[in-house]
């Protein structure tokens, strides 16, 4: 008996082709969270020239990271944009697994712009305790409370988005980050203004940074997990291999392949090798692999699914279990 990939009764054979636009956020293009995101664009642009200028013209190195911080948000929020809108695209013959992952992509340059960002403001921190310079402290405050105000509005806008979407996510992050700095600053301008110790706003944007490197650095890891097709945290490998174990028909499994096609998105790739009785089945072993595929859904969610069977006789020799 040949092997059988039984690529043609899975759903794996067509469901990469339309789950990029057919998922939970795919569905349409979404005219409204587009417009959400293009307001977030257009409010963080403006703060951040507000910012740049006030922060000169009030001598705050504080003030000017939040507006460089603050530029990046707008900037994550474009590419967040870009990014939603590439994802929607149907699989084509360059890009027969479909453009969702446009999305990861664009998470994971967020969040590497946050860590350079994060790192670059801390060079500045610690420079400016060796060159102190005077601060205008109301400045700071109010232009700080403004950001607030609008950091707020803006991570509201894309706060729903953010719960379905890594790249949203990212994006909401930037924006959250951004919030919290400008709390940072409205505290150092008020120290400033009741004690003049301006030795404050270098220590409030070191701060800025290390909150920013943390937050960034933590999330980055999952993204570059799924872009390498690393396996998700649940089902692992040892779930499936011993719930299959128990399909009636089933010998052995090799060549598994578990991995994350996009987030939320589990696929399962293994040889499996048939026991004589199943084998020997009029069906030819296509019982089995419906019981399989029955016992994944059911065990785990697995849809995504495509198995070989091989026969008792004819099995790949020393085949590891996980890859190739």
Not at 237 to 244: F, H, P, Y
Request: charged share 15%.
């Amino acid at each position: 008996m040949p092997h059988d990939h039984s690529h043609h009764d899975s759903p794996q054979g067509h469901s990469h082709a339309g789950h990029s636009h057919a998922g939970h956020h795919h569905t349409d293009p979404d005219l409204v969270g587009d417009r959400r995101v293009a307001w977030a664009v257009a409010v963080n642009i403006l703060l951040t020239v507000v910012q740049i200028i006030a922060g000169i013209l009030s001598g705050s190195l504080a003030l000017i990271a939040d507006a460089v911080h603050n530029l990046s948000d707008a900037l994550s929020l474009v590419i967040a944009y870009l990014a939603r809108r590439i994802a929607r695209r149907p699989a084509d013959a360059g890009m027969t697994f479909g453009y969702g992952r446009a999305e990861v992509v664009a998470a994971l340059i967020n969040y590497t712009t946050l860590i350079v960002i994060a790192l670059f403001l801390a060079a500045e921190g610690v420079q400016r305790f060796f060159e102190p310079r005077d601060v205008a402290g109301w400045m700071v405050v109010i232009v700080a409370a403004v950001a607030l105000v609008i950091d707020t509005i803006t991570a509201l806008l894309v706060l729903r988005l953010s719960r379905d979407s890594v790249n949203m996510r990212a994006a909401f992050l930037h924006n959250v980050a951004d919030a919290l700095g400008s709390v940072a600053v409205i505290v150092a301008g008020t120290v400033i203004l009741l004690y003049d110790w301006t030795l404050v706003d270098p220590i409030v944007t070191i701060a800025i940074s290390a909150y920013i490197l943390w937050h960034a650095g933590s999330e980055i890891t999952p993204v570059i997990r799924l872009l390498m097709l690393g396996s998700p945290e649940t089902p692992t490998v040892g779930d499936v291999t011993a719930q299959l174990g128990t399909v009636p028909g089933v010998a052995s499994v090799h060549h598994l392949h578990l991995w994350q096609m996009q987030e939320g998105e589990v696929a399962l790739e293994a040889h499996v090798v048939l026991t004589p009785d199943a084998f020997a089945a009029p069906s030819g072993g296509a019982d089995t692999r419906a019981a399989i595929k029955q016992c994944l859904s059911e065990s785990f969610g697995l849809t995504h699914v495509t198995i070989e069977l091989e026969e008792p006789t004819n099995a790949c020799n020393d085949a590891p279990l996980i890859g190739h």
